[in-house]
């Protein structure tokens, strides 16, 4: 999913290579472009996430745009919404697996907080960066810690929170119930233009209402998520736990002959709106 301060192209090179290219609106500052640049290249190197291939600068451009991998299967969302897909539960969880394995990648070998895991490193942050405490992304993914300063009425009674590991936690718990129900937490997709609807849902979240886990879905799967998105961070478990328990489900729920998965979407994300073609 792109940010509302840029746009996502598909290009074509030479006629045949096929390319996104994320172009920066000019309301984006030269520092948030520089910062989403070189995390784009840090987290170059992991299967389950978009590829960076350099930049550009389009005709009469000022500033540079990302050349990025195309995506073929579209954005996770659009791929859970299609009812004519077959999406069982042996994929979830080789989905879960691959989502916790990226964000493993990010958090210990590379040292990135993501910070909205449905779209790219535009919300990304080092970790110790004086500037994490400029969150944004999707309401329902996000740590409802950072909600208070829109719901508290006394500045007094507002704290300032950190963007850290665990609220990319706290999303993964949200993303794992997206694949269980395949629907949008809070039916946000169809109210997020709704400044009114936002706040109900923010305030909902803030004071402790989480969606409902499907009855069908694997017990142990539901606590691990439940638990992804407890309010406090310090009760949310470590990436690296949840690998494991993901792990752990996967052998106790499937013999050798049922480990194989059908479907080889690969979990790559490119809200694309638009296609061009590229000379030489």
């Not at 996770?76 to 539960?89: H, M, N, Q």
């Not at 792990?247 to 049922?258: G, Q, R």
Request: proline residues 4%; negative net charge; hydrophobic residues 35%.
């Amino acid at each position: 999913m792109a940010s509302p301060s840029v746009i996502v192209y598909n290009v074509y090179w030479k006629g045949i290579s096929k390319f996104a290219i994320k172009k920066f609106k000019g309301s984006s500052s030269k520092e948030a472009i520089d910062n989403e640049i070189h995390l784009t290249q840090m987290a170059n190197s992991h299967p389950n996430i978009i590829q960076f291939h350099g930049i550009t600068k389009l005709r009469d451009e000022i500033n540079y745009s990302l050349v990025l991998e195309y995506a073929e299967g579209g954005t996770l969302g659009k791929y859970l919404r299609d009812d004519t897909i077959s999406f069982k539960w042996e994929n979830q969880l080789k989905f879960a697996k691959e989502i916790a394995s990226a964000v493993s990648w990010l958090h210990d070998d590379v040292g990135i907080i993501h910070g909205d895991i449905l779209a790219d490193f535009g919300c990304s942050y080092l970790k110790g960066s004086k500037r994490n405490t400029q969150v944004r992304g999707v309401i329902p993914y996000m740590d409802p810690n950072f909600f208070e300063h829109s719901l508290r009425s006394s500045e007094t009674q507002r704290h300032s929170y950190p963007l850290t590991e665990k609220a990319d936690i706290y999303s993964l718990g949200v993303l794992f119930w997206e694949l269980t129900s395949r629907k949008s937490p809070f039916d946000f997709e169809t109210k997020n233009n709704d400044s009114l609807e936002i706040f109900k849902i923010m305030s909902k979240i803030f004071n402790g209402t989480r969606e409902k886990p499907l009855s069908d879905t694997n017990h142990k799967f539901v606590a691990l998520y439940e638990r992804c998105w407890q309010h406090e961070p310090h009760e949310r478990p470590e990436i690296g736990q949840i690998i494991s328990e993901i792990n752990n489900i996967e052998l106790d729920n499937f013999s050798p002959k049922n480990i194989n998965v059908s479907i080889t979407f690969t979990l790559k994300k490119n809200e694309a709106n638009e296609d061009l073609y590229l000379s030489d």
